[in-house]
């Protein structure tokens, strides 16, 4: 197993449990104590588990720790509506796009469902059901683990599906938006299929409010000049919105 799977799998326990043993993780997990020392060390310092004698607990109330989708749904409403707006009106009927999970993406699809003759791929359970009421968009789901505060489909299976897809737009949402440390997310299991989502496009567009822009979460997906645009509410700090767009990325915002 590799390090990153191992972590993951430790994280999953931690989520699932709310505490880790090492001894027992040891013997789960068929490495050595040291190893899983070290692996719970690494995600302490990342603030994803909170190191304690002969283990490791669930962090709680940090900032990296987001709500469920569900409750971040009723957050700045009408922020995520001008957002949604704006970017469905990007969308060409006929183009294939992704849409990946989050409540700013949902809003993306409640304001695309007019379109037609488009297919919509997503990984979030939700934003299918949202689009179920437009019979003339075409959908796809990936297969994956139900990841169930987010409704998204993750590891393995959903990397698969994504394996030699290719669409015009993809569509995302991330934790943390940084010109130095990147596009930044909180959890470990998502990372890689993310990362997957993020290689099936050309055309990138990230959904976020400005209380991302200049915020870093704990783990990096992937550099900001992955992101082709970024579509935001005024308000965001401008020395960042300054640095991003001096690499090359458009900001647009509503």
Avoid: C, W, Y
Wanted: aromatic share 2%; charged share 25%.
């Amino acid at each position: 197993m590799l390090k990153k799977e191992r972590q993951r799998e430790i994280l999953k326990v931690i989520e699932d449990t709310g505490k880790v043993e090492v001894d027992t993780l040891s013997k789960h997990l068929g490495v050595s104590e040291m190893t899983i020392r070290r692996d719970l060390g690494e995600l302490n310092q990342r603030g994803l588990a909170e190191r304690v004698h002969g283990g490791a607990l669930l962090v709680r109330n940090s900032r990296d720790v987001e709500p469920p989708v569900i409750e971040r749904t009723n957050e700045n409403p009408e922020i995520k509506l001008r957002i949604g707006r704006q970017v469905a009106g990007m969308i060409q009927n006929g183009e294939k796009i992704f849409l990946g999970s989050g409540s700013t993406t949902a809003a993306v699809a409640e304001a695309m469902l007019n379109h037609r003759t488009i297919t919509v791929i997503t990984n979030a359970l939700n934003i299918a059901f949202t689009m179920i009421s437009a019979p003339e968009i075409n959908i796809a789901v990936t297969g994956g683990f139900l990841r169930r505060s987010e409704l998204s489909l993750i590891g393995h299976f959903a990397e698969n599906a994504l394996e030699g897809l290719q669409v015009d737009k993809v569509i995302i949402g991330m934790r943390g938006i940084d010109p130095v440390k990147g596009l930044t997310s909180d959890n470990m299991d998502e990372l890689m299929t993310d990362q997957a989502i993020l290689n099936i496009s050309k055309n990138i567009i990230v959904v976020a409010d400005h209380t991302k822009l200049g915020h870093v979460a704990a783990i990096r997906t992937a550099p900001i000049t992955a992101a082709t645009t970024i579509v935001t509410n005024r308000g965001g700090p401008k020395d960042i919105l300054q640095a991003i767009r001096q690499m090359g990325v458009r900001i647009i915002e509503v």
